[in-house]
C-alpha cells in the first residue's frame, strides 16, 4: 500500500481526504505541523502540503529536497502561496478546487503503480 503523508492543519480536510485516499487504496499519515511532516515523509511516496494555512517552506527544505513527489495546494487567489510553494521545489502546486477534482488522477501519476503510464502529459501548473 503505497502511503501518502500531508500536511495540513484542517482536521475535516484531513478526515474527507483520508476517506477518498482509502478509497483508493493509499494510506493517508495526516502531519499538523512541518514538524510532524519531517518525522513522517522518509516512508511516504508522495507529500501533499496545504498551504491555505502558513506553511514555514525553508523548515522543509529536506522533504522538498528528498526521492518523495510533493504537491502544494491552496486557495486559487493566494498568489504568494504558490510563488512560495514553487520557490521551495515542489514538483506540483494546484488549486483547492483542482486538487479536489483531480486527486485520483493526482495520485496516479505521482505515485508508483503498476498500471501508470510513463508517458501521460504533464499537466500544466497554475
Known sequence: MSI???????VFFGMRIRTVLQQLGYELVLCNSEHALLKQYG???LVIVD????VDWAALTDVTASQSPVIAFGSHTNVEGFRLAREAGVDRTISNG?????????LGKFTATPSQDSDQDDASDM
Open 4 to 10: 501518502i503523508a500531508t500536511l495540513s492543519r484542517d
Open 43 to 45: 516512508n511516504a511516496d
Open 51 to 54: 498551504f491555505n494555512q502558513p
Open 98 to 106: 483542482e486538487f479536489s477534482r483531480k486527486l485520483p488522477e493526482l
